[in-house]
């Protein structure tokens, strides 16, 4: 989730968008997104579509509770 109020505004990796691309392309994709962010997509025999990759610490934020 995003918090604005300290600094977060979004997220790096948007994986849902690769997965609803990949969809509607009807094929894999490979996504490099923001500084570390790697984002792969492939189809499955069933018509779904599975999403998954990597990410990398861009930078470390305490949040107090």
């Keep these: 989730s995003f918090v604005p109020d300290y600094g977060i505004g979004e997220d790096e990796a948007t ?3 690769a997965l609803t691309l ?4 009807g ?3 490979t ?3 923001g500084v ?10 069933d018509g779904f579509v599975e999403v ?3 990410t990398e610490p ?3 934020r305490e949040v107090p509770v």
């Design 52 to 54: 998954g990759g990597r």
């Design 15 to 17: 994986g849902s968008a």
């Design 27 to 29: 094929r894999a994709l």
């Design 31 to 33: 996504v490099h997104q």
């Design 22 to 25: 990949s969809a509607r392309l």
């Design 58 to 60: 861009v930078e470390v």
């Design 36 to 45: 570390g962010s790697l984002i792969t997509t492939r189809l499955l025999h």
